[in-house]
């Protein structure tokens, strides 16, 4: 079986001006498509039983080992951004609240605390790579994670249900070297809705 991204479901200008519609287009026709088919190259011809890519992460060790590294990298790129853009819209003002909210808000005194703890770990990020709200495997303790590059918290057993991707290549058009500015506006766009249905489909 092949794995097939999740794309963003608006146009690629639909969430200017947070994010521009060259940086929507270059990430998920080119970087997200390129993830998509490495891992589904890598994984051609290897047996394995796992339905979803997050199930794949999870076991990766179970895979042969030369193509391990090639798993992590492309299928870690195709799950972050398949959740990337699967919690973003354009609809302004969606109300923080929700199965995943409450999550959020057994752990965080208010949304203002754990927003600057997400901003904080993104904007602190040394290079490329992903800050996620993540429970653990008993789908308890709701923490930030920073991981480097495009690994996943799968790989740990942890499960994300947001995450922000601070590659350059996410912002630099727009942002240039303004990280901040760009992860500012992520927060206008994160639908909460979306994000308590990551949190059912877990769960
Ligand atoms: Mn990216």
């Known amino acids: ?19 521009d519609a060259k940086t929507m287009e270059l990430h998920q026709e080119k970087h997200h498509e390129g993830y998509q088919n490495k891992l589904n190259a890598a994984l051609e011809g290897v047996e394995h039983s796992h339905e979803t890519i997050e199930q794949v992460l999870l076991h990766v060790e179970d895979l042969p080992a030369d193509i391990q590294q090639t798993v992590v990298n492309n299928g870690g790129g195709l799950a972050n951004h398949n959740l990337f853009f699967s919690t ?19 752990k965080w005194d208010s949304y203002d605390d754990f927003r600057e703890e997400f901003t904080n770990a993104a904007t602190s990020l040394f290079g490329s790579g992903w800050v996620f709200l ?16 495009q690994e996943s918290p799968w790989l740990s057993g942890h499960k994300p ?32 809705e979306k994000v308590n249905a990551e949190w059912e489909k877990i769960k």
């Open 1 to 19: 079986m092949k794995f097939i991204r999740k794309k963003f479901e608006g146009d690629f200008s639909a969430l200017e001006p947070h994010i």
């Open 88 to 106: 973003i819209s354009e609809v302004q003002g969606i109300p923080f609240e929700g199965a995943a909210v409450e999550v959020i808000t057994s």
């Open 134 to 149: 993540a429970v653990d495997e008993n789908n308890e303790d709701p923490h930030i994670v920073s991981l480097p590059n």
């Open 161 to 192: 249900i947001l995450g922000l991707d601070v590659w350059e290549h996410a912002y630099y058009l727009n942002y240039q070297n303004r990280r901040a500015e760009y992860v500012e506006a992520f927060f206008n766009i994160i639908d909460w």
